[in-house]
T-cell receptor
Framework: QQQVKQSPQSLIVQKGGISIINCAYE??????FPWYQQFPGKGPALLIA?????SEKKEGRFTISFNKSAKQFSLHIMDSQPGDSATYFCAASMEYRSNTGKLIFGQGTTLQVKP | KAGVTQTPRYLIKTRGQQVTLSCSPI?????VSWYQQTPGQGLQFLFE???????NKGNFPGRFSGRQFSNSRSEMNVSTLELGDSALYLC?????????????FGPGTRLTVL
């Protein structure tokens, strides 16, 4: 019940295309859903995050869509660029319910954007 | 403002040894969490400290331990190292002020156990 399932494992997109990564969870106690981006040799960096009372959040080319009833959320990268090539992790936590920063991560998606 | 720093960046140990990893959070951050990252298991939560107290612990054996000092710096220790402990160990800090407590990750310590 603590798992977050992420798909696909890898993704190849042409420059200018849309990259879509999906995540699903079981535990309805999760109340904070961040996405992290990780480049080789670096730690993960927060990209964008959402709370379950919001169905969509957009920041620049990055959008999170959240479906509370289906217990799914997804990351959309519009106009994908070669510089977006990285590994993306979805995560979930009970940040507000349990006053903890403990993050449960998905398995990660390696995105390659071809020029 | 300096980011999360972790030392050392790389470490090679042999089975049975013990190791101590260090993490300095962003200035002003009071919460520190540790994660283990491996190709097979992904990113797994180890423990979380706030104001020198362990607030949360993941499902790791007792060989994994940690502590936090009064200046919020944190260390984690792994005793009796096993081959499977080879991983990237990541430290993350957060401010713990207000509603949004974004976790900022350091670059990690790459531990190799031979």
């Amino acid at each position: 019940q603590q798992q977050v399932k992420q798909s696909p494992q890898s993704l190849i997109v042409q420059k200018g295309g849309i990259s879509i990564i999906n995540c699903a969870y079981e535990n309805t106690a999760f109340d904070y859903f961040p996405w992290y981006q990780q480049f080789p040799g670096k730690g993960p960096a927060l990209l964008i995050a959402i709370r379950p009372d919001v169905s969509e959040k957009k920041e620049g080319r990055f959008t999170i869509s959240f479906n509370k009833s289906a217990k799914q959320f997804s990351l959309h990268i519009m106009d994908s660029q070669p510089g977006d090539s990285a590994t993306y992790f979805c995560a979930a936590s009970m940040e507000y319910r349990s006053n903890t920063g403990k993050l449960i991560f998905g398995q990660g998606t390696t995105l390659q954007v071809k020029p | 403002k300096a980011g999360v720093t972790q030392t050392p960046r790389y470490l090679i140990k042999t089975r049975g040894q013990q190791v101590t990893l260090s993490c300095s959070p962003i200035s002003g951050h009071r919460s520190v969490s540790w994660y283990q990252q491996t190709p097979g298991q992904g990113l797994q939560f180890l423990f979380e400290y706030f104001s020198e107290t362990q607030r949360n612990k993941g499902n790791f054996p007792g060989r994994f331990s940690g502590r936090q000092f009064s200046n919020s710096r944190s260390e984690m220790n792994v005793s009796t190292l096993e081959l499977g402990d080879s991983a990237l160990y990541l430290c993350a800090s957060s401010l713990e002020a207000g509603e949004i407590n974004t976790q900022y990750f350091g670059p990690g310590t790459r531990l190799t156990v031979l």
